[in-house]
């Protein structure tokens, strides 16, 4: 349908709504590269805090630039003692991504570049909110299970931080490389559903936090960032691998939405969830439980010979979390942990180059007629 000369595009497929330096996704070749860098290497090469520096400051960081970077992320974890209020009074059961969203925008009350949305203000709350998000993640757990929240470590990396922050207890080298590499790896992808809520929400000049916890909201879904955590939960349903192949023929004959397959832009392949498989594969031997492997192994060959449906990020992302022993519904908060990074760089591009989003909509509702009285409906 025409509207002023535009035609409608279903779900934006294909629209380009942004220039951007910071992700080049080729969906038809299935690669993914950040600042011209391409994932496989950041994720093997880099830590977290070379990939977030390298999408704020637009190069990967020198040695003291990585330690300024390391300093000021360090510095910045602790979380205000209202927000660990507040988390105190949210209710155990909640979804910690509905706990999440709302430490993000009571840490905007507090921020001190709260409505500065200058690029050098941007960034200096793309670092606080970078490591205030995995400090509110963690304290939010920790409450609802009735414990204390531990208090950052200073000496740990960011990912390392996280999961002792998680746990309390300090994670084995395997284990921080495997959930740093799952930071990069979710870290930025162009325009997503989250990232472009976060674009369109500061094009109104509105601001990071205000942005970020409209991220949350969208990441939140079950088409998006949602995904993994029901990966695991399909996984947990069918139990064992010799379940798979009955689990299978009945989803597909009951037309189930297979969670963790498909991609709107890639069709040949995520190159993501290539490298996540290596590495569930080697997390799952070591924890002991290989079989969420070979289920997810098995039950990625059946989809993709039934209906030639590709894995996304989100598939083996599952078993990996799973077997790093992070609880199935933080699964999203962790990938928030990791995006965090590419929504702040987003909405510095944004800022720095603004135009309202504002698309437009085929009205296909009654035509015009006479307003009816109360009284005469
Ligand atoms: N299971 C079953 N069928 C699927 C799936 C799936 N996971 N994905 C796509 N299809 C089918 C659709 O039924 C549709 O078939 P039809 O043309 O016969 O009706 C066709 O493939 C096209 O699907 P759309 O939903 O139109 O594709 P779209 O690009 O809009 O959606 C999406 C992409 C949302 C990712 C979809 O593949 C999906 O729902 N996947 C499951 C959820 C998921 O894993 N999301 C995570 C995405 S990655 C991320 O956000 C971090």
Request: hydrophobic letters at 45%; one cysteine or more.
């Amino acid at each position: 349908m025409d509207k002023e000369g535009s035609q409608l595009i279903r779900g934006l497929e294909g629209v380009v709504a942004a220039e951007t330096q910071l992700c080049d996704l080729d969906g038809a070749h299935g690669r993914l590269a950040y600042r011209g860098y391409d994932i496989d290497e950041l994720a093997r090469l880099a830590t977290f805090e070379e990939v977030a520096y390298l999408l704020w400051y637009g190069e990967l960081p020198k040695s003291a630039q990585l330690d300024a970077l390391t300093v000021a992320l360090t510095a910045a974890r602790e979380i205000p003692k209202e927000l660990v209020q507040a988390l105190r009074l949210m209710p155990r059961d909640g979804d910690p991504m509905r706990v999440l969203q709302a430490a993000v925008a009571i840490l905007g009350m507090s921020d001190p570049d709260t409505t500065d949305n200058s690029h050098a203000a941007n960034v200096r709350k793309a670092v606080r909110l970078t490591a205030q998000l995995a400090t509110a993640i963690c304290a939010h757990h920790r409450i609802r299970g009735g414990l204390e929240p531990v208090a950052p470590a200073t000496g740990l990396g960011h990912a390392a931080n996280f999961l002792y922050m998680l746990t309390g207890a300090r994670p084995g080298a395997a284990a921080v490389k495997a959930f740093d590499a799952s930071l990069t790896l979710y870290a930025e992808h162009e325009l997503n559903a989250s990232t472009f809520t976060t674009r369109a929400i500061v094009s109104t000049q509105s601001d990071m936090h205000s942005a970020v916890a409209g991220g949350v909201g969208a990441l939140k879904g079950p088409l998006h960032g949602g995904a993994g955590e029901a990966v695991m939960r399909t996984l947990l349903e069918i139990g064992e691998v010799a379940n798979v192949d009955a689990f299978t023929q009945r989803a597909l004959a009951e037309k189930r939405r297979l969670m963790g397959f498909g991609h709107r832009v890639y069709k040949a392949g995520d190159p993501r969830a290539a490298i996540l498989r290596g590495m569930a594969e080697q997390a799952c031997r070591e924890s002991g439980q290989f079989k969420w492997y070979e289920m997810a192994v098995q039950l990625h060959d059946r989809v993709g010979r039934a209906k030639g449906l590709i894995p996304n990020v989100d598939f083996y992302s599952a078993p990996l979390f799973y077997s790093l022993g992070i609880p199935v519904d933080l699964f999203t908060p962790v990938i928030a942990a990791g995006r965090i990074a590419g929504w702040t760089a987003n909405i510095v591009e944004q800022h720095d180059d603004n135009r309202l989003i504002r698309p437009r909509a085929d009205y296909v509702g009654p035509k015009r007629r006479p307003f009816v009285p109360l009284n005469g409906r």
